[in-house]
């Protein structure tokens, strides 16, 4: 009898809330992209976790907005409801002002360059502290693509910026100065409403990674597409940490290991995807332009003359930035 009870016992411990979650976690990933790096990214991730996990985690995913639009979803990975978000950094600075460091001109030479310098030990510790204090970690993070300029007067020599209404994705000082400094007027749009504004011209260009243009065919409004001198978008994957620590040590380390290696597993993915665009504007009749080496230094000269003065208005800012710049320059070459 008392074998029996036992027997019954544990069998309601198995099948209760408590004993179903330690047995398996669900991760819920989420993307506004799809069919880009963000997303081999996630696939990857997916794949290397349950791999390691032996069925204790199973990881979704949930690109393309699927779990709702970036706000909420940033909001949903800080209050737990979701378990990973991994937008462009801009969309995190509400959060932590810190991740304006990202927006940063001439931080990062390209994206193989920015790619090796988010590898770096010490460059993953610092970063792994942002947006901490909303109960948020960053377990990942890669250049996107090359950030670009689509305008419907051609923009090739920086005093081409001068007049023109530019929407900038963000509107924290690291993205609007820059361009003021230009003598442009930045203006803050959600890419939701851009292609309506160009095509009837209540802005001149807009800001925005490399891929974007051509996934949403913006050949067919303007063809004059200028790539900005060592600007790069960033897309961090967010944890929430609570979740994060509920998976006890072990599964916690597979998950931050495999971030890490999916990082580096789409790298490449990441550098050809970029051309893979470049030449899709082309064959679509979109030109590619890149500055002149003299006026590359003239545009990054204007814009990286802004950072003193932001910089020394936050401290913390500051600090990121020098460090990210020393661990740049060792690895510029």
Not at 48 to 73: D, F, H
Not at 147 to 161: C, Q, Y
Not at 184 to 209: C, K
Not at 293 to 317: F, H, I, R, T, W
């Amino acid at each position: 009898m008392k074998f029996r009870a036992a027997c019954l016992a544990a069998a309601l411990i198995g099948l209760s809330p408590a004993g179903a979650l330690a047995q398996q976690f669900t991760m819920k990933l989420s993307s506004p992209t799809v069919n880009d790096i963000t997303h081999e990214w996630m696939k990857e991730f997916k794949t290397g976790v349950e791999a390691r996990a032996n069925g204790k985690i199973k990881v979704e995913i949930y690109p393309a907005s699927q779990l709702g639009q970036i706000p909420a979803t940033v909001e949903g990975t800080a209050m737990g409801t979701i378990e990973v978000v991994a937008p462009a950094s801009g969309f995190l600075i509400g959060t932590e002002p810190r991740f304006q460091v990202f927006d940063a001109p001439g931080l990062f030479r390209d994206m193989a360059h920015a790619q090796r310098v988010f590898a770096d030990p010490e460059v993953r510790t610092r970063l792994a502290t942002f947006a901490s204090v909303k109960g948020m970690e960053m377990i990942a993070v890669w250049p996107h693509g090359p950030i670009m300029l689509l305008s419907h007067k051609a923009v090739r020599k920086a005093d081409d910026f001068k007049g023109q209404k530019i929407r900038v994705p963000g509107a924290a000082p690291l993205q609007i100065d820059p361009f003021k400094k230009l003598g442009a007027s930045p203006v803050s749009m959600p890419l939701g409403e851009v292609l309506s504004a160009m095509q009837n011209r209540t802005i001149d260009g807009l800001i925005a990674s490399s891929t974007v243009f051509t996934a949403f065919k913006y050949y067919d409004i303007a063809k004059s597409l200028t790539a900005l001198p060592e600007s790069l978008l960033v897309v961090p994957a967010m944890v929430n940490k609570g979740f994060l620590k509920s998976l006890g040590p072990d599964l916690e380390a597979v998950v931050r290991d495999e971030a890490f290696k999916a990082q580096r597993k789409v790298e490449k993915f990441g550098i050809e995807d970029a051309a893979r665009t470049i030449e899709t504007w082309k064959r679509n009749g979109g030109e590619n332009i890149a500055l002149p080496e003299n006026e590359a230094k003239a545009y990054l000269d204007q814009v990286k003359s802004v950072l003193p003065g932001l910089l020394s208005a936050n401290a913390k800012l500051k600090e990121d930035y020098d460090a990210l710049a020393a661990v740049s320059q060792k690895l510029r070459d």
